[in-house]
């Protein structure tokens, strides 16, 4: 009878060790730009465990290819690269926003216009991810509030 209530005692613990700590807040994605075919996602992504996670990648229906990327500034000039993934420490959290981390998002394969709702995958190491609803927001800041 112990060897049942250890097992079953065990079996309830496992779910727990691979539960995500994670809370995405204000998530958005810009609409296309007409004549373009990038756009770029926000949102800000909150560590509530007690161990760093680390944001490697997003899959989404939208893009074959969606990378993370920073605006750093370098010898006066604002330049943008791509980021392999960035650590979300441990009770802290980490905002993608216009001019900083963000999520650029290339060849997207239907219209991003405001309105619409994308869902992207955030994925994290050891296999963890969640799914993001994301409104589409239009261009100008009037159309955003």
């Known amino acids: ?6 097992l079953i005692s065990l079996l309830l613990l496992i779910p727990s ?3 995500l700590d994670i809370e995405v807040t204000d998530p958005y994605m810009r609409e296309l730009i007409p004549g373009t075919q990038v756009t770029s996602a926000y949102m800000t992504i909150k560590n509530s465990g007690d161990k760093d996670i680390t944001f490697t990648s997003v899959t989404s ?5 969606i ?7 370098k ?3 604002m330049q943008m690269g791509k980021l392999d993934s960035i650590i979300i420490k441990a009770g ?6 216009p001019h900083g981390l963000h999520l650029m998002v290339f060849n997207p394969t239907m219209p991003v216009k405001a309105g619409q709702q ?7 190491d050891n296999e963890q991810q969640t799914t993001v609803t ?10 955003n509030h």
Do not use: C, R, W
């Open 134 to 143: 994301m409104p589409v927001k239009g261009l100008k800041p009037a159309h």
């Open 118 to 124: 994308v869902d992207v995958v955030l994925h994290f």
């Open 1 to 6: 009878m112990n060897k049942i209530i250890s």
């Open 75 to 77: 010898d006066g000039m």
């Open 67 to 73: 990378e993370i990327h920073e605006h750093t500034m």
């Open 92 to 97: 802290e959290d980490v905002t993608l926003q």
């Open 61 to 65: 229906a939208v893009s074959e290819k």
């Open 17 to 19: 060790a691979f539960a």
